[in-house]
């Protein structure tokens, strides 16, 4: 509403530390660029990847994310590091974890649209580092296999990491085409080491899964972070 924008407008004019995803909000993504332009606000990487996270909090707008890589300060990172959604939700639902309140699911950007937009930054900006952000890759194959696909076949020669879950599980063959496209680090959301724990967390996956993750993972030559 215009009540809303002047609000932003009024708080929005030297920082911004955080976006809180609401799905009423559907007219605000392109506002916060604009204003974001408006008043010359550059943002730190992890404020921009809060930012993505934010619009791919609507589930039905995925592929229509256009965002203004312009507002990064981009000489602050030597690696030349960008934050490109990859989707929105969890296949799980973690209880502490504000991705459970989406109760839409898991949605995915097409693998195209992800591919045009890393393949973008790549000409545009030389990127040497994608992080896919938004939703465990893991959480649908098919999606993630095509965007590799796409990657593997253009040569963009960059590298990229994302998050994944305990399950469902990845396959050889898959883990193979995600270092073939450039993967070099995957990020667990493992939770805790304790059953325990994740039972009182809702996870619905145990400290077993985790480890079979890693020691799956740790068969190849990507790293994981937990």
């Known amino acids: 509403t215009q009540e809303q924008q002047e609000i932003l407008q009024s708080h929005c004019r030297n920082n911004i530390s955080f976006f809180h995803s609401s799905k009423s909000f559907s007219t605000l993504p392109q506002f916060l ?9 550059k943002l730190t990487d992890n404020q921009y990847r809060g930012l993505n996270s934010f619009l791919s909090c609507q589930p039905e707008k995925l592929d229509q994310i256009q965002p203004d890589y312009t507002l990064i300060e981009h000489n602050l ?19 502490f ?36 952000c938004g939703a465990p890759i893991n959480g649908k194959s098919k999606v993630i296999e095509e965007v590799c696909d796409y990657l593997i076949q253009e040569k963009l020669s960059l590298s990229w990491s994302a998050e994944i879950t305990a399950s469902p599980a990845l396959s050889d063959k898959l883990l193979d085409k995600l270092y073939q496209s450039g993967c070099h680090t995957l990020h667990l959301c493992g939770v805790s080491g304790s ?9 619905n ?6 480890k079979d993750v890693l020691e799956k993972i740790r068969t190849t030559k990507i790293r994981c972070s937990v």
């Open 33 to 41: 660029f604009s204003l974001l332009k408006k008043n010359k606000i």
């Open 77 to 95: 990172y030597r690696g030349r590091c960008f934050s490109v959604a990859f989707g929105t939700g969890c296949n799980f639902r973690c209880n």
């Open 97 to 132: 974890c504000f991705k459970h309140l989406n109760d839409e699911g898991q949605k995915f950007r097409t693998p195209k649209v992800i591919f045009n937009e890393i393949s973008s930054l790549k000409k545009k900006y030389n990127a040497k580092n994608i992080y896919l």
């Open 195 to 203: 059953d325990k724990v994740l039972s009182a967390a809702s996870a």
């Open 205 to 210: 996956f145990n400290v077993k899964q985790i």
